[in-house]
């Protein structure tokens, strides 16, 4: 059973920037990708960025050149550092794990971030 435990959440003013880190617990396969979704109420949840265990990165096109997703393979974390943030990522962002051998899926609980001046 993997478990993960997001942080970083909060309250952030336009422009600003925040970040947000996951740990994992339990046994992660080497073949994996982890990375960050987020959803607002009354929409479907909605990929903000993953990475491979070969750091293959991939990214919503909302969000490019503003956040940078990052992993530590020994530390089981994946991170998503977030700037120049706007109105429009406010969201509950969740973390996820995919074990690809597995074909398996966690989710984190979700870290509330909001975006308001």
């Known amino acids: 059973q993997v478990q993960l435990v997001e942080s970083g959440g909060g309250v952030v003013q336009p422009g600003r920037s925040l970040s947000l880190s996951c740990a994992a617990s339990?046994?992660?396969?080497?073949?994996?990708?982890m990375g960050w979704y987020r959803q607002t109420p009354g929409k479907e949840r909605e990929l903000v960025a993953t990475i491979t265990q070969d750091g293959w990165t991939n990214y919503a096109d909302s969000v490019k050149g503003r956040f940078t997703v990052s992993r530590d393979h020994a530390e089981k974390t994946v991170s998503l550092q977030m700037n120049s943030l706007k109105p429009e990522d406010t969201a509950v962002y969740y973390c996820?794990?995919?074990?690809?051998?597995?074909?398996?899926?966690?989710w984190g609980q979700g870290t509330r971030v909001t975006v308001s001046s």
């Open positions: 996820n794990v995919y074990l690809s051998y597995e074909g398996i899926e966690y």
């Open positions: 339990g046994s992660i396969s080497s073949a994996n990708v």
